[in-house]
Protein backbone atom coordinates (compact mmCIF):
# COMPACT_ATOMS: atom_id res chain seq x y z
CA UNK A 1 0.00 0.00 0.00
CA UNK A 2 2.80 2.28 0.84
CA UNK A 3 4.71 1.88 -2.51
CA UNK A 4 1.64 2.40 -4.16
CA UNK A 5 0.96 5.78 -2.21
CA UNK A 6 5.09 6.69 -3.08
CA UNK A 7 4.52 5.42 -6.80
CA UNK A 8 1.44 8.14 -6.90
CA UNK A 9 2.83 10.93 -5.43
CA UNK A 10 6.09 10.55 -7.70
CA UNK A 11 3.42 10.49 -10.67
CA UNK A 12 1.92 13.61 -10.14
CA UNK A 13 5.32 15.64 -9.62
CA UNK A 14 5.93 13.93 -12.82
CA UNK A 15 2.68 15.16 -14.29
CA UNK A 16 3.14 18.88 -12.82
CA UNK A 17 6.98 19.64 -13.75
CA UNK A 18 5.94 18.31 -17.42
CA UNK A 19 3.31 20.67 -17.42
CA UNK A 20 5.16 23.09 -16.23
CA UNK A 21 8.18 22.87 -18.67
CA UNK A 22 5.11 22.85 -21.45
CA UNK A 23 3.32 25.82 -20.43
CA UNK A 24 2.59 28.60 -23.26
CA UNK A 25 5.18 31.81 -22.36
CA UNK A 26 3.00 34.39 -20.36
CA UNK A 27 1.46 36.86 -21.73
CA UNK A 28 2.73 40.59 -21.47
CA UNK A 29 0.54 43.93 -22.21
CA UNK A 30 2.73 46.98 -22.02
CA UNK A 31 0.97 50.46 -22.40
CA UNK A 32 1.78 53.47 -24.23
CA UNK A 33 0.21 56.45 -26.82
CA UNK A 34 0.43 56.96 -30.45
CA UNK A 35 3.67 59.17 -31.94
CA UNK A 36 4.35 60.33 -35.04
CA UNK A 37 7.03 59.40 -37.15
CA UNK A 38 8.60 62.78 -37.03
CA UNK A 39 8.33 65.56 -35.26
CA UNK A 40 10.21 68.92 -35.08
CA UNK A 41 10.09 72.78 -34.76
CA UNK A 42 10.94 75.41 -37.02
CA UNK A 43 12.95 78.24 -35.96
CA UNK A 44 15.02 81.44 -37.33
CA UNK A 45 18.72 81.82 -37.10
CA UNK A 46 18.38 85.49 -37.17
CA UNK A 47 16.44 88.89 -35.72
CA UNK A 48 13.59 89.99 -38.42
CA UNK A 49 10.42 91.30 -38.75
CA UNK A 50 7.36 88.76 -39.88
CA UNK A 51 5.78 89.83 -43.02
CA UNK A 52 4.16 86.93 -43.97
CA UNK A 53 2.97 83.18 -42.82
CA UNK A 54 1.45 80.49 -45.00
CA UNK A 55 -0.14 77.83 -42.82
CA UNK A 56 -1.96 77.91 -39.42
CA UNK A 57 -2.42 74.56 -37.41
CA UNK A 58 -3.93 71.65 -38.89
CA UNK A 59 -2.31 72.43 -42.54
CA UNK A 60 -0.92 69.96 -44.75
CA UNK A 61 2.36 71.51 -45.76
CA UNK A 62 5.00 69.98 -48.12
CA UNK A 63 8.52 69.43 -47.93
CA UNK A 64 10.46 72.63 -48.84
CA UNK A 65 7.61 74.79 -49.27
CA UNK A 66 8.38 78.60 -47.64
CA UNK A 67 6.41 78.86 -44.40
CA UNK A 68 7.07 82.11 -42.57
CA UNK A 69 9.02 84.87 -44.43
CA UNK A 70 11.01 87.46 -42.96
CA UNK A 71 11.58 91.25 -44.19
CA UNK A 72 14.28 91.21 -46.19
CA UNK A 73 15.21 94.59 -47.10
CA UNK A 74 18.09 95.19 -45.25
CA UNK A 75 20.12 92.23 -46.14
CA UNK A 76 19.66 92.75 -49.89
CA UNK A 77 21.06 96.48 -49.70
CA UNK A 78 23.72 94.80 -47.82
CA UNK A 79 24.37 92.09 -50.60
CA UNK A 80 24.67 95.20 -52.94
CA UNK A 81 26.80 96.94 -50.87
CA UNK A 82 29.26 93.65 -50.79
CA UNK A 83 28.50 93.34 -54.88
CA UNK A 84 29.99 96.56 -55.47
CA UNK A 85 32.86 95.83 -53.27
CA UNK A 86 33.29 92.63 -55.23
CA UNK A 87 34.05 94.65 -58.20
CA UNK A 88 36.35 97.15 -56.68
CA UNK A 89 38.23 94.32 -55.86
CA UNK A 90 38.10 92.47 -59.31
CA UNK A 91 39.17 96.05 -61.03
CA UNK A 92 42.15 95.99 -58.71
CA UNK A 93 43.38 92.44 -58.82
CA UNK A 94 43.07 92.83 -62.90
CA UNK A 95 44.97 96.52 -62.65
CA UNK A 96 47.87 94.96 -59.94
CA UNK A 97 48.37 91.51 -62.71
CA UNK A 98 48.89 94.52 -65.50
CA UNK A 99 51.29 96.11 -63.46
CA UNK A 100 53.48 93.26 -62.59
CA UNK A 101 53.08 92.00 -66.43
CA UNK A 102 54.74 94.99 -67.27
CA UNK A 103 57.51 95.72 -64.39
CA UNK A 104 58.50 91.76 -64.94
CA UNK A 105 59.06 92.41 -68.86
CA UNK A 106 61.32 95.23 -67.84
CA UNK A 107 63.31 93.68 -65.10
CA UNK A 108 64.58 91.33 -68.20
CA UNK A 109 66.60 94.13 -69.44
CA UNK A 110 67.07 95.39 -66.00
CA UNK A 111 64.92 98.31 -66.84
CA UNK A 112 63.39 97.87 -63.71
CA UNK A 113 64.66 98.00 -59.70
CA UNK A 114 63.95 94.44 -58.14
CA UNK A 115 62.13 96.27 -55.19
CA UNK A 116 59.29 97.84 -57.67
CA UNK A 117 59.22 94.19 -58.89
CA UNK A 118 58.74 92.82 -55.36
CA UNK A 119 56.17 95.48 -54.62
CA UNK A 120 53.96 94.94 -57.54
CA UNK A 121 53.90 91.18 -56.54
CA UNK A 122 53.16 92.04 -53.17
CA UNK A 123 50.66 94.34 -54.43
CA UNK A 124 48.85 91.28 -56.63
CA UNK A 125 48.62 88.99 -53.70
CA UNK A 126 46.66 91.75 -51.47
CA UNK A 127 44.83 92.18 -54.30
CA UNK A 128 43.75 88.31 -54.53
CA UNK A 129 43.09 88.33 -50.95
CA UNK A 130 40.94 91.27 -51.09
CA UNK A 131 38.59 89.84 -54.02
CA UNK A 132 38.31 86.39 -51.76
CA UNK A 133 37.00 88.97 -48.73
CA UNK A 134 34.47 90.15 -50.52
CA UNK A 135 33.53 87.00 -52.49
CA UNK A 136 33.25 85.19 -48.95
CA UNK A 137 31.39 88.32 -47.84
CA UNK A 138 28.64 87.68 -50.41
CA UNK A 139 28.20 84.19 -49.30
CA UNK A 140 27.71 85.18 -45.51
CA UNK A 141 25.28 87.32 -46.51
CA UNK A 142 23.31 85.21 -49.15
CA UNK A 143 22.94 82.85 -46.02
CA UNK A 144 22.05 85.60 -44.02
CA UNK A 145 19.11 86.14 -47.15
CA UNK A 146 18.31 82.63 -47.14
CA UNK A 147 17.02 82.50 -43.56
CA UNK A 148 14.43 84.82 -43.96
CA UNK A 149 12.92 82.05 -45.60
CA UNK A 150 11.85 79.43 -43.65
CA UNK A 151 11.28 76.38 -45.36
CA UNK A 152 9.28 72.93 -44.71
CA UNK A 153 11.56 69.64 -44.26
CA UNK A 154 9.68 67.01 -45.43
CA UNK A 155 5.95 66.74 -45.80
CA UNK A 156 3.79 66.92 -42.77
CA UNK A 157 0.78 68.55 -40.78
CA UNK A 158 1.51 71.60 -39.07
CA UNK A 159 0.55 70.98 -34.69
CA UNK A 160 1.27 74.43 -33.51
CA UNK A 161 2.15 78.11 -35.08
CA UNK A 162 3.33 80.34 -32.68
CA UNK A 163 4.43 83.26 -36.10
CA UNK A 164 2.19 85.99 -36.69
CA UNK A 165 2.21 88.53 -39.09
CA UNK A 166 4.63 91.67 -37.50
CA UNK A 167 6.24 89.88 -34.84
CA UNK A 168 9.97 90.54 -34.27
CA UNK A 169 11.40 87.18 -33.99
CA UNK A 170 15.17 86.51 -31.90
CA UNK A 171 17.49 83.76 -32.92
CA UNK A 172 16.47 80.47 -31.57
CA UNK A 173 12.91 81.31 -31.41
CA UNK A 174 10.29 78.96 -32.52
CA UNK A 175 7.90 79.63 -34.82
CA UNK A 176 5.68 76.57 -36.38
CA UNK A 177 5.56 72.50 -34.67
CA UNK A 178 5.37 70.12 -37.17
CA UNK A 179 4.47 66.39 -37.92
CA UNK A 180 5.30 63.56 -39.87
CA UNK A 181 2.41 61.56 -39.82
CA UNK A 182 3.40 59.57 -43.04
CA UNK A 183 3.75 56.55 -40.34
CA UNK A 184 2.33 56.20 -36.87
CA UNK A 185 3.95 54.08 -34.31
CA UNK A 186 3.20 53.37 -30.92
CA UNK A 187 5.56 53.68 -27.96
CA UNK A 188 5.65 52.39 -24.78
CA UNK A 189 8.03 51.76 -21.63
CA UNK A 190 8.58 48.12 -20.61
CA UNK A 191 9.17 46.76 -17.46
CA UNK A 192 12.83 45.19 -17.50
CA UNK A 193 11.88 41.40 -16.34
CA UNK A 194 9.76 41.60 -20.02
CA UNK A 195 12.74 43.25 -22.15
CA UNK A 196 14.50 39.76 -21.89
CA UNK A 197 11.50 38.22 -23.95
CA UNK A 198 10.46 41.31 -26.33
CA UNK A 199 13.21 42.01 -29.20
CA UNK A 200 13.30 43.36 -32.40
CA UNK A 201 10.82 42.20 -35.03
CA UNK A 202 8.23 41.21 -32.55
CA UNK A 203 4.66 41.43 -33.70
CA UNK A 204 1.93 42.06 -31.09
CA UNK A 205 -1.40 43.28 -31.13
CA UNK A 206 -2.06 47.09 -30.47
CA UNK A 207 -5.64 48.29 -29.30
CA UNK A 208 -5.89 52.11 -29.20
CA UNK A 209 -8.91 53.29 -26.31
CA UNK A 210 -10.16 55.82 -28.33
CA UNK A 211 -10.92 52.92 -31.89
CA UNK A 212 -12.96 51.56 -29.32
CA UNK A 213 -10.25 48.90 -28.76
CA UNK A 214 -10.45 46.91 -32.17
CA UNK A 215 -6.49 45.34 -32.33
CA UNK A 216 -4.37 46.05 -35.13
CA UNK A 217 -0.53 43.97 -35.95
CA UNK A 218 2.24 46.08 -35.05
CA UNK A 219 6.03 45.14 -35.73
CA UNK A 220 8.64 46.24 -33.00
CA UNK A 221 11.12 48.99 -34.96
CA UNK A 222 13.12 50.26 -31.97
CA UNK A 223 14.19 48.96 -28.41
CA UNK A 224 16.25 51.87 -26.61
CA UNK A 225 18.46 50.29 -24.83
CA UNK A 226 18.77 52.25 -21.52
CA UNK A 227 16.22 52.39 -18.58
CA UNK A 228 15.32 55.82 -16.45
CA UNK A 229 14.86 55.67 -12.73
CA UNK A 230 12.43 53.30 -12.51
CA UNK A 231 14.24 50.44 -15.16
CA UNK A 232 11.02 51.16 -17.61
CA UNK A 233 12.85 50.73 -21.03
CA UNK A 234 11.57 52.24 -24.53
CA UNK A 235 10.15 49.74 -27.24
CA UNK A 236 8.12 51.46 -30.34
CA UNK A 237 5.91 49.35 -32.72
CA UNK A 238 5.12 50.66 -36.27
CA UNK A 239 1.65 50.59 -36.87
CA UNK A 240 -0.60 49.91 -40.28
CA UNK A 241 -2.13 52.78 -41.34
CA UNK A 242 -6.02 53.47 -40.00
CA UNK A 243 -8.51 56.06 -40.05
CA UNK A 244 -8.85 57.98 -37.40
CA UNK A 245 -5.50 57.28 -35.42
CA UNK A 246 -3.85 59.52 -34.52
CA UNK A 247 -0.94 60.98 -32.32
CA UNK A 248 -1.31 61.36 -28.49
CA UNK A 249 -3.95 58.07 -28.14
CA UNK A 250 -3.79 56.13 -25.66
CA UNK A 251 -3.78 52.08 -26.26
CA UNK A 252 -1.96 48.92 -25.01
CA UNK A 253 0.10 46.29 -27.03
CA UNK A 254 -0.25 42.67 -26.16
CA UNK A 255 2.82 40.23 -26.81
CA UNK A 256 1.65 36.33 -26.59
Partial sequence: MRLSIAHAGWLLFLSLSCGSASAAPATRIVTGDVIA???????TRIMGRIIRVHATE????????????????????????AEAARERAQAELA???????????LSQTNAVAQD??????????VAGANLKAAEAEIDAIK????ETRIKVPFDAVVIRKLAETGQVTQPGQTLYE????????????????????IKLGDE????????DDEPVAARVVKLIPYGD?????IIELELPKRQGLYPGMFGKAVFE
Avoid at 143 to 146: E, I, N, R
Avoid at 229 to 233: A, E, G, L, P
Fill in 143 to 146: STLA
Fill in 95 to 105: HRQRTRKRLQT
Fill in 58 to 81: GDQVSGGQVIVELDDTEHRAQLRI
Fill in 229 to 233: DRHTF
Fill in 178 to 197: IQDQSKLKFRARVKERDLAH
Fill in 204 to 211: ARVTITAL
Fill in 116 to 125: ALDEAVYGLE
Fill in 37 to 43: NRSVTLA
